[in-house]
């Protein structure tokens, strides 16, 4: 009976109202179909075809845009440009991480199945085909027709060797060799009762035993070595050797031997159901001889208490074990009985073994009834379980052993621990075991039915009998099983049925949410009996962990011949080999007949395995990849015709570029989805090179005598294997460019209909291009390593640095294929390798130009003459060559250099200029900078960069570092020459001795140099090196251009500059720094541009060649002012800092703002010394802002006296405190204010340049008068009671300015100048006439005369005094002393006034 599985979801247009998307073959008829691209307006004539669809043969490569995405691992988001071998190794990666998603066997084999697709023996789509058939020799069937008692045979298939036991002799022969010889063992007593090949223990045998016979016979059982060694022709021989290990069995007569990979032996006997272990040693020790019986599983009790069954239901058969396998990956042992009782035990080291799990025929007949909902004829009490196979841990976790029932059905097993709901649990051991999946035989005849919607059903047919009754089977992984199955009519004749996953199909089906454990399987006839059945190859694995195992299209590539079984019979050994896809898809299309045929096996294979799967298999055909469908003619031979119709269906059924939706955005090229057909190269491609992309280059080790060996880690044959497939691929590509999509050029771009089209094609021409250069990569990159390992590496690897040989131990085929950082050191380990021919002799041309032809990347011209040029300069440093030779040889090697400078890599600049120093040839180190910089940066774009001041983020900042690097090496080029020139003398017999000459020599290169970025860099460096002597020394206008630019940015450049002005007697220019540099925004404190400002003015002073007077007049005067206002800032300061009035807090803002900059004087007035009362600074910055408002200065003067009073009144304050204080004991007394005004007068005086506006003497004088008068500063207080007029005086104000003030105030009698007051007036009057009068008598010219007015005044003064005699002058003279002093003046005056008469004329008065 067949029952429906569950349906999966109806596809679009399987329900009723749901409308489905048309076919794209069909596409004009869908009125909603979404376009990419516009159509192309139709003509009557022919035309390409529209973008995305189909031409060729009609049939067009995409299917579901999910699959497309997903073979292609291109997400939908606009990528970021990236170079061609980027691209390409992304592509590859996606590839191979998707073959290394393929599902592990649990996810798909989890249900019932019946889902076989059974082809015939001749079909081109049969799964396994029988390749050879090997007769039983002659001589081996002549000692087995002289058998007495028994006779085996079997199979050492991975020796490629068959053996023969005939009563108590054992024979092995080569089954491949066509007249092999017998490698006999004869030296056995009794009949032989089983045989089989084991591993080895480690460290107990020879190493050159690489397996143990262990024999067993009716009385003991004892172990052979085998020698097995790899002969030149391909073939194994082997060797045996005797161990002299056998043990006595005592009455147990081996029949099932099994062996752990550890070495562990495991047997059982015939007559009961143990499981016994030969142990076995190197040596006897105590009471223990080398070998040793172990019974894991008798009880003592059962010799005497028979089982519960016996009891009940009298004695049954007696069970025994008909065969034991072993999981090493799991540590466990499995059993078979012949009841079908299947036991699981766990092997734990050294030698237990401890039985976990027993599962009876009871049990898995009750596991099947809970998966089965109906009862299946083949799965009930009447079935016998007659084989069992282990699924390793890295096939899959958790399925763990597949039973095979007579009625051929397949049950899968799984086992669960403890560990598994524990943590921490140290108990792996499984414990329990349940049915996972129920493979039934293939049906007898397929019965689909539709379902209501129209969808169709698949059914599991539990009925089928094809495989009945299966007497022996075997799986191997990841799947392959072989089934021998024997029928009633010829019961000595097995039929073979063979099957495998489809790992194409799982894989599409998992991409399109319908993964089912597809198989497909064939029939092969072997014509009689099977006795041993073997995996000649090894064993499968696609990955070493279960995610990916399976995935036998990954790996179709890697070993041609794929997997090979041998199935011994009693007429010879039948060989049959597991067929690729490609090996598929090659017959396939060689046995179709014309277009119409193609198109429908090309469908076929697309809905079986999709497109990108077909099309990739259809590439490999292209490039001779698969079989040639004729018998005795190896693989890679394919015939033309199928090679042309896999040609064709690569070139037509490619598919096209896709654009996503853009959602407004424009179309760009990083958008593009590349076809089908790119997907299949990519594909192709990184299965080609799977083994190589991430396994390291080499491998180090250690010889016999402890010396260090480097190893190749993928074998060379391999290496060349992929290069040549690499090639072929290549050749077909470059043989049909012109029909290939993406590789045609502008070709392509004259197709598009649109602009999105042509974006579209130059995306996909693109992609295309990047695994081209990919494998250009990879056939260089191949080629290289075989040279490589063609030199001695040991001696390349000792020439290394530690930094590269870390690298190249690290170094993976990826990075040399598509880094940078690979090719670099490539590029390293030629030089190596050149470098080392050198010194053994050989030419640098033979050998560099072999290395080029090989691996152009690696080598290329520019790096032939990177070698010449290391080669002349080589032979310079040979010590015995004359210096004219030597140095004609360093020249040449220049010239050399200089010719690839563009290429130059910085470890060859580095070592050129290494040597060159070593050699003393400075000049040419230097210039071979010179010129690597220059071709680093031929646009001079650095320069630019500088002029436009190095903004930050700007792409020309790397050129300028790159050229810095260059320019660094001539630095320490320039140390060592000056070090060595300080050791030696420069004139030796008033000749220059050769270090000065090399000396001359460079500096010329560095002085005659037009590279203006490497005179600033050097003249940079000399000051960071404190050089700045050197610099000023400099001759050349770059040195001017250097430090005017720097001058701006710095304070230390800008005084440099001004002493390079100075050196060279352009004073104006330095006043015109140092005058910027003052106004500039530089942290210079006020003291420092007062500095400054004092140095402008001195130099702007100094006539200077060149300079017009007018324009030293102009800079004079700026800087004058600018000094003058930096005077009035800094005194604000200094008063300000001290100025109890101010709060701390402020303290730090006044600072900043003062202690720096020029501030402008109305802000130094409004801010500062009007608002803090500091008049003297405000009458200064009058002076200096031409401030002419009389009645504010007055009033400013007026104030400041008035303020200068009442502080000195303060301090005097203060001190008497302190003096009472102290008991009167004396101190330092504080001025009197007179004193303090008479300096703040003559400072203001002295400052304002006796400016008449700021020292109005008509004003100031009476103002200072009054105050004197008025404040008892007289002698009173010990002052000279005439001290305001002498003030005056001093300060060089006229007699004459100070009599006329004098008299104005005698004669206004103002206040405090009115009666009695007048005296002290007149005292200042008659002391001011007196110094005149002294100053007219010391000038000595007889000239010298007073005007009328001034004895006008003196009479005034002693009338009125004659007649207030008596009038008291508090502070002044005594007023008697007072009158005579009048007196004398007067007669004085007198004497010296110009006489009306003296002068008239003659007849006049």
């Not at 697709?117 to 050879?132: C, E, H, I, V």
């Not at 650095?942 to 190095?950: E, F």
């Not at 324009?1111 to 004079?1116: G, H, I, K, S």
Request: proline share 5%.
């Amino acid at each position: 009976m067949a029952f429906p599985q569950t349906p999966s979801h109806a596809l679009p247009g399987a329900f009723l109202h749901t409308p489905a998307v048309a076919s794209r073959l069909n596409s004009q008829q869908d009125p909603v179909r979404r376009r990419l691209f516009r159509d192309n307006p139709t003509s009557s004539g022919g035309q390409a075809p529209r973008f995305g669809q189909d031409h060729g043969l009609g049939l067009d490569a995409p299917t579901s845009l999910a699959e497309e995405q997903a073979a292609r691992g291109l997400p939908i988001q606009n990528m970021p440009p990236q170079p061609p071998l980027t691209k390409a190794a992304t592509y590859i990666n996606t590839a191979l991480n998707r073959d290394a998603e393929y599902p592990q066997l649990d996810s798909y084999c989890r249900q019932m199945s019946s889902d076989y697709d059974l082809t015939r023996n001749d079909s081109a789509w049969a799964p396994f085909q029988k390749t050879n058939m090997y007769p039983i020799p002659q001589n081996v069937l002549e000692q087995y027709n002289r058998a007495e008692v028994s006779t085996m045979m079997g199979l050492f298939a991975e020796l490629n060797h068959a053996w023969v036991t005939i009563d108590n002799c054992l024979y092995l022969w080569d089954y491949t060799h066509p007249n092999p010889e017998l490698i006999g063992y004869e030296d056995s007593p009794h009949s032989i009762t089983a045989v089989k090949l084991v591993p080895p223990k480690p460290d107990v045998f020879n190493k050159v035993i690489t397996h143990i016979l262990v024999v067993a016979t009716t009385s003991e059982m004892f172990l052979l070595g085998v020698a097995a060694r790899d002969a030149p022709s391909g073939a194994k021989t082997i060797e045996l050797y005797g161990t002299k290990m056998s043990q006595p069995l005592k009455g147990t007569e081996a029949r099932v031997i099994a062996g752990s990979t550890n070495g562990r032996i495991f047997f059982s006997g015939q007559s009961d159901n143990d499981i016994y272990e030969l142990k076995y040693q190197q040596e006897e020790k105590w009471f223990q001889g080398r070998t040793d019986k172990i019974n894991h599983t008798y009880r003592p009790w059962t010799a005497t208490v028979p089982y519960p069954s016996q009891i009940f239901w009298g004695k049954t058969a007696t069970e025994y074990i008909v065969d034991i396998v072993v999981d090493d990956s799991r540590n466990l042992l499995y059993s078979l009985s012949n009841s079908s009782t299947v036991r699981t035990y766990h092997m734990e080291p050294p030698n237990r073994l401890t039985k976990v799990i027993e599962k009876t025929k009871d049990d898995f007949l009750r596991d099947i009834a809970h998966v089965l909902s109906v009862v299946s004829p083949l799965l009930n009490e009447r079935m016998d379980i007659v084989s069992i196979s282990p699924i390793t841990a890295t096939e899959d976790f958790k399925v763990h052993l597949m039973a095979l029932t007579n009625t051929g059905c397949r049950l899968f097993m799984s086992a669960t621990s403890a560990a598994s709901y524990m943590l921490n649990s140290s108990n792996q051991a499984p414990q329990s075991m349940q049915l996972q999946s129920i493979k039934f035989p293939p049906s007898d005849q397929r019965r689909p039915r539709a379902d209501p919607f129209g969808g169709p059903v698949e059914y599991t047919d539990i009925q089928a009998r094809s495989l009945e009754t299966s007497r022996r089977g075997i799986r191997f992984a990841p799947g392959y099983f072989l089934d021998f199955i024997t029928k009633t009519d010829q019961p000595n004749v097995d039929l073979l049925f063979m099957s495998a996953p489809d790992s194409g199909r799982i894989n599409h089906g998992r991409q399109n949410q319908n993964m089912r454990f597809y198989e497909h399987a064939n029939w092969i006839e072997i014509g009689s009996r099977a006795e041993d059945v073997g995996l000649v190859t090894k064993p499968f694995a696609a990955t070493g962990q279960p995610q990916g195992f399976g995935n036998e299209l990954a790996v179709q590539f890697d070993d041609p011949n794929g997997s090979e079984f041998a199935i011994l019979t009693n007429t010879g050994i039948h060989l049959v080999r597991r067929r690729r896809l490609v090996d598929i898809f090659a017959s396939a299309i060689r046995s179709v007949a014309g277009d119409e045929g193609l198109k429908a096996e090309v469908t076929r294979f697309r809905n079986a395995y999709g497109n990108v799967e077909t099309i990739t298999a259809a590439l490999a055909v292209a490039c001779r990849q698969g079989e040639n469908g004729r018998a005795g003619i190896g693989r890679g031979a394919i015939d033309q015709g199928t090679q042309d119709r896999a040609k064709q269906v690569f070139i037509n059924f490619g598919g096209h570029p896709r654009l996503p939706d853009q959602d407004g955005q424009p179309a760009t090229i990083e958008m593009v989805q590349p076809s089908t057909r790119h997907a299949a190269l990519t594909l192709y491609i990184s299965r080609l090179v799977r083994k190589l992309w991430k396994s390291r280059v080499i491998g180090l080790g250690t010889d016999a005598g402890g010396a260090l060996t480097i190893m190749s880690v993928v074998s060379t044959g391999k290496l060349r294997d992929v290069q040549g497939s690499v090639e072929s691929l290549r050749n077909f590509l470059d043989a049909n460019r012109a029909f290939i999509q993406g590789l045609s050029g502008p070709a392509d771009l004259r197709r598009a209909g649109s602009k999105q089209e042509e974006v579209g094609f130059q995306g996909e021409h693109q992609a295309m291009r990047a695994l081209e250069t990919l494998m250009t990569g990879i056939t260089e990159g191949i080629s290289f390593v075989t040279t490589l390992f063609e030199e001695r590496v040991t001696d390349i690897f000792a020439r290394l640095d530690d930094t590269a040989r870390q690298q190249l131990r690290d170094l993976t085929y990826e990075q040399l294929f598509s880094q940078d950082s690979g090719k670099e050191l490539a590029k390293v380990l030629v030089k190596a390798i050149v470098n080392r021919n050198i010194e053994n002799g050989s030419n640098v041309e033979t050998v560099a130009d072999a290395l080029r032809r090989k691996c152009g990347s690696f080598c290329s011209p520019d790096d032939v003459v990177v070698f010449k040029a290391q080669e002349q300069l080589k032979k310079a440093s040979d010590p015995s060559l004359n210096p004219n030779t030597s140095r004609t040889l360093l020249h040449e090697s220049l010239r050399l250099f200089e010719k690839v400078a563009k290429n130059l890599t910085q470890a060859n600049l580095e070592s050129a200029v290494d040597q060159y120093v070593g050699l003393r040839y400075y000049a040419g180190a230097i210039q071979l900078c010179l010129v690597v910089a220059n071709e680093k940066d031929r646009g001079n774009a650095a320069l630019s960069w500088v002029n436009d001041g190095k903004p930050v983020g700007d792409p020309r900042a790397k050129l300028f570092d790159d050229r810095r690097i260059c320019y660094g090496l001539i630095h320490l080029v320039l140390q060592d020459l000056d070090a060595a020139s300080s050791r030696e003398p420069e004139m030796v017999d008033g000749k220059p001795t050769l270090i000065a000459t090399k000396r001359a020599e460079a500096y010329d290169v560095v002085s005659t140099s037009s590279d203006e970025v490497f005179h600033f860099d050097l003249y940079e460096w000399y000051i960071q090196q404190g050089w700045t002597d050197r610099l000023l020394n400099i001759d050349s206008p770059h040195v001017t251009t250097f430090l005017r630019r720097l001058a701006s940015k710095d304070v230390e450049h800008a005084d440099l500059l001004c002493r390079f002005y100075t050196m060279r007697k352009r004073y104006f220019d330095a006043a015109k720094v140092q005058a910027g540099l003052v106004q500039s925004d530089f942290p210079i404190s006020i003291k420092d541009r007062l500095t400054l400002l004092s140095k402008a003015k001195t130099n702007a002073s100094v006539m200077t060649t060149g300079v017009s007077r007018q324009e030293q007049q102009l800079l004079n005067h700026e800087v004058t002012e600018l000094l003058e206002v930096a005077h009035i800032q800094d005194d604000l300061l200094e008063r300000l800092k001290v100025d109890a009035r101010i709060p701390p807090e402020r303290q730090p803002e006044i600072r900043q703002a003062l202690d720096g900059k020029i501030q402008p004087l109305s802000e130094l007035f409004n801010g500062y010394a009007d608002q803090a009362g500091y008049y003297d600074l405000c009458l200064l910055i009058y002076h200096v802002a031409d401030f002419r408002n009389s009645t504010t200065i007055a009033q400013t003067w007026s104030s400041l006296i008035e303020q200068t009073h009442e502080n000195v009144a303060e301090q005097w304050a203060a001190y008497n405190a302190e003096h009472r204080g102290r008991g009167g004991q004396d101190g330092e007394s504080p001025p009197q204010p007179y004193e303090v005004l008479i300096g703040q007068i003559q400072e203001i005086c002295h400052r304002s340049s006796n400016d008449s506006f700021i020292f109005p003497v008509p004003t100031l004088l009476p103002e200072i008068c009054r105050y004197a008068f008025e404040n008892a500063q007289d002698s009173r207080n010990g002052a000279n009671v005439n001290w305001p007029v002498a003030i005056f005086l001093g300060l060089g104000v006229s007699y004459d300015l100070v009599v006329r003030v004098l008299e104005g105030i005698f004669d206004a009698q103002e206040v405090p100048f009115r009666g009695a007051g007048r005296v002290r007036v007149v005292e200042w009057i008659t002391f001011a006439a007196g110094q005149w009068i002294r100053d007219l008598g010391r000038s000595g010219r007889p000239e010298a005369r007073l005007d009328p007015w001034v004895s006008d005044l003196i009479s005034g003064c002693d009338t009125w005094l004659s007649a207030n005699i008596r009038s008291n002058n508090e502070g002044g003279a005594d007023i008697k002393d007072l009158a005579r002093s009048v007196k004398e003046t007067r007669r004085a005056v007198e004497g010296l006034i110009v006489s009306p008469i003296a002068n008239r004329s003659m007849g006049f008065y």
